[in-house]
Each structure stands twice: as C-alpha cells, then as structure tokens.
T-cell receptor
Framework: LAKTTQPISMDSYEGQEVNITCSHN???????ITWYQQFPSQGPRFIIQ???TKVTNEVASLFIPADRKSSTLSLPRVSLSDTAVYYCLVGSNSGYALNFGKGTSLLVTP | GAGVSQSPSNKVTEKGKDVELRCDPI?????LYWYRQSLGQGLEFLIY????????KSGLPSDRFSAERTGGSVSTLTIQRTQQEDSAVYLCASSSGGQGNEKLFFGSGTQLSVL
C-alpha cells in the first residue's frame, strides 16, 4: 500500500480556506485517494474520494495533479466545528486500506 | 442498524483480567475492521474480516488478542490478561466489500482503561 505523508498540524482562523496536502509518491495505477475526518471521541468519518483531477462535494474539494503523487484537501471558509484530525488514505480495489497514520490536526480559532 | 454500533462505550478493568469488546456492523456489510487508537495517535490496524473469515490478522499485537465474527455480522474482540499498555480506544468499521477504495463506516469506539 502506498505510504502517505501529511503535516502533523495546521492552524487557521474562522472563515479562511484551508488546504491540507498529502504526499503519496508511490501511488499505484489502481489506487484511489480518500480523506476522513475525526472529531474527539468519535470514529473517523468519510469526507471525499477521488482518482484524478478535481472532486467537489458539499463539504470539501479534492485536487489531484496529473502525476497523482500528491493530493490537496480544500475546506472552504472553515468554522470552529471543522477543528478535527484529517486523514489521507490511498488504496485500490485489489486491497483494503489499512494505514490511517497520524493525520493532520486542524485547529480553527475565532 | 443505522450505523456501526460498539459496546461497551467505556470499559475499566484491572490488569490481568480478560475483556470482550463488541461490534455490530451496518446490516449487509461484508467487511469488518478493528483498529486501535492510543491517546494522541493515529489508527493502528488490528484485524480485517471478510464475512466470517479473517484474511489478515497481521495487526494483532500479541497472542493475548483474538477476534471472531459470527453469522457474517457481529464481531467480538477479546483481550486476555490485559496490560496497562492495552489502554486505548478500540474502533470498529465496516464496509460493503472490503476493497481499498471503499468507504469505511466507523463506530464511536470503546474506551478501554486498564488499571
């Protein structure tokens, strides 16, 4: 499974756009990129998934460059409730995703 | 059920005792995963079930840890002779097929404290 690297922590003010980048240099052809969000005392929750280019849903956008060696989760106009840990995973339909790593701890302040 | 259910939500036990943690996955989900999360750490993979079979037990930390799944549904994680280093949140997740590009649905976890 492709190893991922993401920043340990990030800080932001309310109303700003937050971009969290994940590196996955050895991503395989069949791998998808999936992001999860985890609040304290809860299990992780799926946010968004993509294979290439750009994916957008009601929560976030995911930008994936042509070489797919990295991806960026974009959270528009964050609020205090977006304070959480964000995990980047890479996996394919030939295997199951195991490695959540330590994620990126995002702190949003007023 | 509507989501993944785990019980108990909290468990306090004494060192050396055995504990059983239960996971009730989303109805129809064939894949079930157990993870462990220590304070301030990421998720550590423990074991994966596809149906009642566990093709990957590589994450179980020691032979004190075991898990089973019956009827392709409920799973139990058993820790024998608990140690203080077993204290953590134990998370269960399920998915519809057990593939790496599938969405995992997590329960709220069991907070285990070994005194």
């Amino acid at each position: 499974l492709a190893k991922t690297t993401q920043p340990i922590s990030m800080d932001s003010y309310e109303g700003q756009e937050v971009n969290i980048t994940c590196s996955h240099n050895n991503i395989a052809t069949n791998d998808y990129i999936t992001w999860y969000q985890q609040f304290p005392s809860q299990g992780p929750r799926f946010i968004i998934q993509g294979y290439k280019t750009k994916v957008t849903n009601e929560v976030a956008s995911l930008f994936i460059p042509a070489d797919r060696k990295s991806s960026t989760l974009s959270l528009p106009r964050v609020s205090l409730s977006d304070t959480a840990v964000y995990y980047c995973l890479v996996g394919s339909n030939s295997g199951y995703a195991l490695n959540f790593g330590k994620g990126t701890s995002l702190l949003v302040t007023p | 059920g509507a989501g993944v259910s785990q019980s108990p939500s909290n468990k306090v036990t004494e060192k050396g005792k055995d504990v059983e943690l239960r996971c009730d996955p989303i109805s129809g989900h064939t894949a079930l995963y157990w993870y462990r999360q220590s304070l301030g750490q990421g998720l550590e993979f423990l074991i994966y079930f596809q149906g009642n079979s566990a093709p990957d037990k590589s994450g179980l930390p020691s032979d004190r840890f075991s898990a089973e799944r019956t009827g392709g549904s409920v799973s139990t994680l058993t820790i024998q002779r608990t140690q203080q280093e077993d204290s953590a949140v134990y998370l269960c997740a399920s998915s519809s097929g057990g593939q790496g590009n599938e969405k995992l649905f997590f329960g709220s976890g069991t907070q285990l404290s070994v005194l």
